[in-house]
């Protein structure tokens, strides 16, 4: 969810929900300060009747006005409490039953007490709180619908700048060497992030530069005294004739050092996909390129009296020729080396997947089989080969996935990851 959507989801159910609080305190203390009013009309109207008894010593007629009445009774036990209760109201007019507020008190009339019952409607009070409901209501809609609009107008203007800063972060390329335009903006956060963003983006080229700069020094000084080596072995085993033990020795070192240079460019190779420093992206006819590389792996596979089934449909992908060409080398290399005497490879591509499959041995998965130097204990490699694979995959946006089906060992490239 975008930061924006957030705010304004926050904003608007805080803002409902004090609104609501904040009416429903509004509805109670107006719906008091009528009912207080109420009381004190009533009490008005008791004040009148015992001053009229006193002056005249008797009551009032019981009466019934358009929104009042007074009724009279004796007390026949227990004369009762002055209180003022909610009631009904009959309006006679109107022929019908109104809410109402009564008091009940009392007044002496010649030695005796009477209950006098006065009641008022409060038909007009409720009429006024309840439009004062509706008028808050419609208050509270107008002002949540506006203050999400002007959310949602003022904060997209607002967050502007940040997302034009976040499409070129996306679109920067440290090969490239290029800046990140500065976005202006009257914003200080926005402006700090600018400034923010082009240091880091130095920094990472500074970095590149160096780390380029050591893989291609690391590559030719590591590569010349292998070299050397090389050639003095080769002079060595050319020119002195030796022991059964002494050939044994150099035979050691001959594929010791074969080896060590074939790590060395691995690792050298990992860096460089890791850190993308093979540039080289065009559009290559993926399928051209998978029955090339079948076909160098011909003899390889009548070698080992391997069945190969492929179904190839035409797909075009960018990538590095090179890398492309490393994949699909390790991937095969895989499935012949790990493959048993008379066994099959079946190599399938879509428009979005590559399948390779091989027999092989039964073996437990290996679930850092991806991991480097990750190999089983009979491999005769060097456990780079999957971990190359898998940063390809990674630096193009594959998915690699391996698993084991009875004798079948599955790799599955999806494209569209």
Same mark, same amino acid.
């Given at each position: 969810?975008?930061?924006?959507?957030?705010?304004?989801?926050?904003?608007?159910?805080?803002?409902?929900?004090?609104?609501?609080?904040?009416?429903?305190?509004?509805?109670?203390?107006?719906?008091?300060?009528?009912?207080?009013?109420?009381? #004190?009309?009533?009490?008005?109207?008791?004040?009148?009747? #015992?001053?009229?008894?006193?002056?005249?010593?008797? &009551?009032?007629?019981?009466?019934?006005?358009?929104?009042?009445?007074?009724?009279?009774?004796?007390?026949?036990?227990?004369?009762?409490?002055?209180?003022?209760?909610?009631?009904?109201?009959?309006?006679?007019?109107?022929?019908?039953?109104?809410?109402?507020?009564?008091?009940?008190?009392?007044?002496?009339?010649?030695?005796?007490?009477?209950?006098?019952?006065?009641?008022?409607?409060?038909?007009?009070?409720?009429?006024?709180?309840?439009?004062? &409901?509706?008028?808050?209501?419609?208050?509270?809609?107008?002002?949540? $619908?506006?203050?999400?609009?002007?959310?949602?107008?003022?904060?997209?203007?607002?967050?502007?700048?940040?997302?034009?800063?976040?499409?070129?972060?996306?679109?920067?390329?440290?090969?490239?060497?290029?800046?990140?335009?500065?976005?202006?903006?009257?914003?200080?956060?926005?402006?700090?992030?600018?400034?923010?963003?082009?240091?880091?983006?130095?920094?990472? #080229?500074?970095?590149?530069?160096?780390?380029?700069?050591?893989? !291609?020094?690391?590559?030719?000084?590591?590569?010349?005294?292998?070299?050397?080596?090389?050639?003095?072995?080769?002079?060595?085993?050319?020119?002195?004739?030796?022991?059964?033990?002494?050939?044994?020795?150099?035979?050691?070192?001959?594929?010791?050092?074969?080896?060590?240079?074939? $790590?060395?460019?691995?690792?050298?190779?990992?860096?460089?996909?890791?850190?993308?420093?093979?540039?080289?992206?065009? !559009?290559?006819?993926?399928?051209?390129?998978?029955?090339?590389?079948?076909?160098?792996?011909?003899?390889?596979?009548?070698?080992?009296?391997?069945?190969?089934?492929?179904?190839?449909?035409?797909?075009?992908?960018?990538?590095?020729?090179? &890398?492309?060409?490393?994949?699909?080398?390790?991937?095969?290399?895989?499935?012949?080396?790990?493959?048993?005497?008379?066994?099959?490879?079946?190599?399938? $591509?879509?428009?979005?997947?590559?399948?390779?499959?091989?027999?092989?041995?039964?073996?437990?998965?290996?679930?850092?089989?991806?991991?480097?130097?990750?190999?089983?204990?009979?491999?005769?490699?060097?456990?780079?080969?999957?971990?190359?694979?898998?940063?390809?995959?990674?630096?193009?946006?594959? !998915?690699?996935?391996?698993?084991?089906?009875?004798?079948?060992?599955?790799?599955?490239?999806?494209?569209?990851?």
């Amino acid at each position: 969810m975008k930061l924006s959507n957030r705010y304004n989801k926050v904003n608007i159910y805080t803002s409902l929900i004090v609104l609501i609080i904040t009416g429903v305190i509004y509805y109670v203390v107006i719906h008091f300060i009528l009912t207080e009013k109420l009381d #004190r009309d009533l009490a008005v109207e008791e004040n009148e009747i #015992r001053q009229y008894t006193a002056t005249y010593h008797r &009551l009032p007629l019981p009466a019934s006005y358009l929104d009042q009445q007074i009724s009279y009774e004796e007390v026949k036990e227990k004369a009762p409490e002055r209180e003022f209760v909610y009631t009904t109201y009959y309006n006679a007019k109107e022929n019908e039953t109104e809410p109402g507020r009564r008091l009940i008190t009392t007044v002496n009339l010649n030695g005796k007490t009477v209950i006098v019952n006065i009641t008022k409607s409060r038909v007009e009070s409720e009429d006024l709180v309840r439009i004062i &409901l509706f008028i808050t209501l419609a208050v509270t809609i107008i002002l949540l $619908l506006s203050l999400l609009l002007i959310n949602r107008l003022v904060l997209n203007r607002l967050w502007k700048p940040f997302y034009s800063i976040l499409s070129r972060m996306k679109a920067f390329e440290v090969t490239r060497m290029e800046n990140i335009e500065e976005e202006p903006t009257t914003i200080d956060e926005f402006n700090e992030l600018n400034r923010s963003v082009n240091a880091m983006a130095e920094k990472v #080229r500074k970095d590149y530069k160096e780390l380029k700069s050591f893989t !291609d020094n690391a590559s030719h000084e590591m590569m010349t005294p292998l070299a050397v080596i090389n050639s003095k072995l080769d002079s060595l085993l050319q020119t002195e004739s030796f022991t059964e033990q002494q050939g044994a020795l150099l035979e050691d070192i001959y594929h010791a050092t074969g080896r060590l240079s074939r $790590l060395h460019q691995s690792l050298l190779l990992l860096a460089k996909i890791e850190n993308n420093l093979i540039p080289d992206y065009q !559009d290559i006819d993926f399928k051209e390129m998978v029955q090339s590389k079948i076909r160098q792996f011909q003899e390889l596979f009548e070698r080992d009296n391997l069945v190969l089934k492929e179904n190839l449909e035409a797909v075009e992908l960018k990538m590095s020729r090179y &890398l492309g060409d490393i994949l699909l080398n390790n991937l095969l290399s895989n499935a012949v080396r790990h493959n048993v005497n008379g066994g099959q490879i079946n190599v399938k $591509l879509t428009s979005t997947r590559l399948t390779i499959a091989n027999t092989g041995k039964n073996t437990m998965q290996n679930p850092r089989i991806f991991d480097r130097f990750s190999k089983s204990a009979e491999s005769e490699g060097m456990g780079l080969g999957l971990a190359i694979t898998k940063q390809i995959c990674n630096l193009y946006a594959f !998915d690699i996935q391996y698993e084991q089906v009875a004798d079948k060992h599955i790799f599955t490239i999806n494209f569209n990851s």
